[in-house]
């Protein structure tokens, strides 16, 4: 006879071909309206499921994991971040908890060159001149950037995605910089021509552009305070990708009033989906709604990691992509 199959729930809605293959594998239950759980059905959902899939929309903390029932065995986040997750709690209950890391490297270090091309290069904004029908014509001095080749990009972070954005600014002849806890491999920092500096406020006050590409932890939360912000050069472009708890918005809103700085580029928000609304309305600051890893082939292969780390949890293996907080 055999064995029941695992009861997965999934929060949200995932790419039709996931969805299906967990259907075949799992007691898979969907979330076909795609509308976040609210706290009530997210703790019904812990009652019943063996496997939990959340996503960055939902907050699994220690209270939540605390009413869990007896079966719930995983949790096997669609994403990399886990900042959504009280992982101490987890583990403390016998959780196991997976993440879908590397699959979106590549696409978010996209969407950060492409806010650096945007900011500078002031693309949303001449867009916009062309869609209201406002252009007339080529002029001298007129919707002029700033060029990239040259200029320095200090990179906060430099893993996965931090890397591979530094790959791509250095074919646009940019100089890569960076603060990490730890110099990065003696190869990979000369395949890179990056420099690291272990103080971030040396580097900060350097730099022509910044591009936040670090996890959110207890240690990173606002990690640009106003105190941060202040030694930015006025000339400076801040760019973010990785999550918005790593800026004090009101900080940045404030110095973006005061000209302190010369554009934003953000992807992602401290108290998302509400962006601070003094960060609206500026030429200056392009505000994209959390586009890092929204590929169909980046979401199709969170996805896969999801379902092969399930597959392996219920064949009694480590799942490859297991969290714990040492990793943190």
């Avoid at 019904?44 to 496997?51: E, S, T």
């Avoid at 209270?63 to 971040?81: E, P, R, S, V, W």
Wanted: proline content about 5%; hydrophobic content about 45%; overall charge neutral.
């Amino acid at each position: 006879m055999s064995a029941p199959r695992l009861k997965v729930v999934l929060t949200r809605r995932l790419p039709d071909a996931v969805e299906t293959r967990m259907r075949e594998l799992f007691d898979t239950e969907l979330n076909l309206t795609d509308r976040p759980m609210d706290r009530a059905a997210l703790e019904a959902a812990v009652q019943r499921a063996d496997v939990l899939v959340p996503t960055i929309t939902d907050t699994i903390d220690a209270a939540l994991i605390a009413a869990a029932g007896d079966q719930l065995k995983m949790i096997a986040n669609f994403g990399a971040g886990v900042d959504h997750i009280d992982i101490d709690a987890a583990v403390g209950r016998g959780l196991i908890v997976t993440n879908t890391p590397g699959v979106l490297t590549e696409d978010t270090a996209d969407l950060a060159m492409a806010l650096i091309l945007a900011v500078s290069r002031r693309i949303v904004e001449g867009a916009q001149v062309v869609a209201e029908g406002r252009f007339a014509g080529w002029s001298p001095t007129w919707m002029t950037g700033r060029k990239l080749w040259g200029k320095r990009l200090g990179i906060v972070g430099m893993g996965r995605i931090g890397q591979a954005l530094a790959r791509r600014a250095k074919a646009f002849g940019m100089q890569v910089h960076y603060h990490n806890r730890k110099p990065v491999p003696a190869l990979i920092a000369e395949e890179l021509g990056a420099t690291w500096w272990d103080d971030l406020d040396q580097m900060l006050a350097r730099m022509d552009l910044i591009s936040l590409n670090c996890p959110a932890t207890r240690e990173t939360h606002h990690l640009l305070s106003a105190e941060r912000l202040a030694r930015l050069q006025p000339h400076a472009i801040l760019i973010n990708t990785a999550r918005g708890e790593l800026i004090d918005e009101a900080a940045l809103s404030d110095a973006v009033a005061r000209r302190a700085i010369a554009g934003v580029g953000l992807d992602v928000y401290e108290h998302e989906p509400v962006i601070h609304p003094g960060l609206l309305g500026h030429a200056n600051v392009v505000l994209l709604p959390h586009l890092g890893s929204a590929t169909l082939e980046a979401r199709q292969d969170m996805g896969d990691r999801v379902i092969t780390n399930i597959q392996t949890f219920r064949n009694g293996h480590r799942p490859p992509d297991r969290v714990i907080p040492a990793m943190l």
